[in-house]
């Protein structure tokens, strides 16, 4: 089975008040705090799609529940993302204690560290990127955050859906650069692509874990 590519980019404007939920979306997705409530909406439209309904968008309503889900999906994230963190931190700190102590030895090998922390940067980014959506559909279709670190299931289920997943990945890509244009138009552009962007994600990783349940 094949993504259903067209509608992932537009379904929401089939909603017949798609308007006023983009732009509550929109607004949200700039306010932080708040903004965790973007992403466990966008979570109610992945189970949705994966559920197979037909016009997935749900009312902006519950927001405690969408805020407690979002911010769930924000720490699994943050958890992937540990290993970047201390790359970017640690360099910084030895930097700094080796100009505090005014050593050329130090500062040499702070140096090294950093030319190195930084080429593996990239390699565990590209990592992430293909792990981390399988483990926010994992959590979106369960409810349990310890299935977002079922690394079993997880890459289970990226190698029995891998023509897919990569597609929806690469299509994820393709919708933000899409919403970067957002720009061109000032803030309002981007209040609405954005969130656009959000919703494109969330339709097409829904799709793959719906697809996997028909072949399965």
């Not at 090998?109 to 190195?116: D, F, K, N, Q």
């Not at 990945?169 to 000032?186: D, E, T, Y």
Request: hydrophobic content about 60%; proline content about 3%; aromatic content about 12%.
């Amino acid at each position: 089975m094949t993504l259903n590519i067209g509608r992932a980019f537009t379904y929401m404007f089939e909603d017949e008040s798609w308007i006023m939920k983009i732009i509550i979306g929109g607004i949200l997705l700039f306010i932080p705090i708040v903004n965790f409530m973007v992403l466990g909406y966008q979570l109610e439209v992945l189970k949705r799609v994966a559920d197979g309904m037909d016009i997935p968008l749900p009312e902006w309503d519950d927001f405690v529940g969408k805020s407690i889900e979002g911010l769930l999906a924000f720490l699994i994230a943050l958890v992937y993302n540990i290993p970047t963190i201390l790359v970017v931190c640690l360099p910084i700190g030895l930097i700094a204690m080796a100009g505090a102590a005014d050593s050329a030895v130090l500062m040499s090998m702070a140096r090294l560290v950093t030319a190195c922390a930084y080429c593996v940067l990239p390699v565990w980014g590209i990592v992430v990127l293909l792990i981390l959506p399988a483990a926010i559909i994992r959590y979106a279709t369960t409810g349990e955050l310890m299935s977002a670190f079922q690394f079993g299931e997880i890459f289970g289920f990226i190698r029995d859906n891998i023509a897919n997943y990569i597609v929806a990945i690469i299509l994820w890509i393709v919708a933000n650069f899409i919403a970067g244009f957002g720009v061109i138009a000032c803030f309002v552009g981007v209040l609405f692509t954005e969130f656009w962007a959000y919703l494109v994600m969330a339709h097409l990783l829904g799709q793959v874990q719906r697809e996997s349940l028909t072949v399965a």
